[in-house]
């Protein structure tokens, strides 16, 4: 990693901080008061809109979209269509989170229309549901990635080609999130990331959540960097509940509370200690 490109990250988390920008969140109503709990922690302001009629003056007032695909239904996806509309109109960036592609045709036909609607800025989702966005075949476990599709130091060469070939063929910076997260830009730009911890994964909806983030970044500062930021931020986060946890002999529930505590107070020196970048 170099210098140059940690000070991007930690300018851009300032920048967000400073700028404190509106994220309306179509997202995934399991997880919907964390998401707006972990914007509020890390220092933006959540929207939990979800009403169609309203979009266009919802998007006029927030900063970022991120839609969800979390859970569907007829009035959610006329909310979708309608609020990446006004975004686009609007020029607001835009994140999907394409949960559970490849679980089922109806989702496949949902992420497909969703990135040629919205033209999303981000794509981010674990790296089953970005290999069935490339269209490969995946062993579907619902909304969880499949361990076919654990990244290593040994093969994350490969997975950083599928990821770099959805980024070139959609045009949207694509986030593959796992035990080594995978950022690539339609240039052919890609980045890993080696923060996090195993416990990240006990908690429901940290995918939304770190969507959610990705949103609040892009809102200040370029696709790449926001995408890089936010799943570096969790990470770290991560890592400290976790070392809290195990110091205190607590478990998921206090993990977990923690998370959002070290969201709250995570300062330029956490990242430049602990970020773990490998680009090549």
Do not use: W
Not at 100 to 112: E, F, I, M, N, Y
């Amino acid at each position: 990693m170099t210098n140059e490109t940690l000070k991007s990250i930690i300018d851009l988390v300032n920048n967000m901080k400073q700028k404190k920008p509106i994220v309306e969140s179509l997202t995934n109503r399991v997880t919907i008061n964390d998401c707006a709990n972990m914007l509020l922690a890390m220092g933006a302001s959540p929207i939990m809109a979800e009403i169609e009629c309203e979009m266009e003056e919802i998007l006029a007032v927030s900063d970022a979209l991120v839609m969800n695909l979390g859970l569907l239904d007829e009035p959610y996806l006329a909310a979708m269509r309608a609020a990446a509309k006004a975004a686009n109109e609007q020029g607001k960036p835009i994140i999907l989170d394409p949960v559970g592609a490849g679980a089922s045709k109806l989702r496949d036909r949902v992420c497909s229309e969703m990135i040629e609607l919205a033209r999303p800025d981000i794509i981010r989702g674990n790296m089953s549901e970005i290999r069935a966005l490339c269209g490969g075949s995946i062993e579907s476990r619902g909304v969880d990635a499949s361990s076919d599709d654990e990244v290593t130091d040994e093969n994350r060469g490969e997975f950083g080609e599928l990821v770099k070939s959805l980024a070139e063929k959609t045009g949207s910076v694509v986030c593959a999130t796992g035990a080594i997260d995978v950022i690539a830009a339609p240039d052919g730009k890609v980045c890993y990331v080696k923060n996090g911890h195993e416990m990240l994964c006990g908690v429901t909806g940290t995918g939304c959540m770190c969507s959610a983030m990705t949103g609040a970044m892009a809102a200040a500062g370029d696709p790449f960097t926001a995408a890089a930021a936010a799943v570096v931020m969790l990470g770290i986060a991560g890592e400290q509940a976790h070392e809290y946890t195990a110091e205190n002999e607590s478990g998921i529930g206090t993990f977990k509370v923690k998370l959002f505590d070290y969201i709250y107070l995570m300062s330029d020196e956490d990242f430049i200690k602990r970020a773990k970048i490998i680009e090549d």
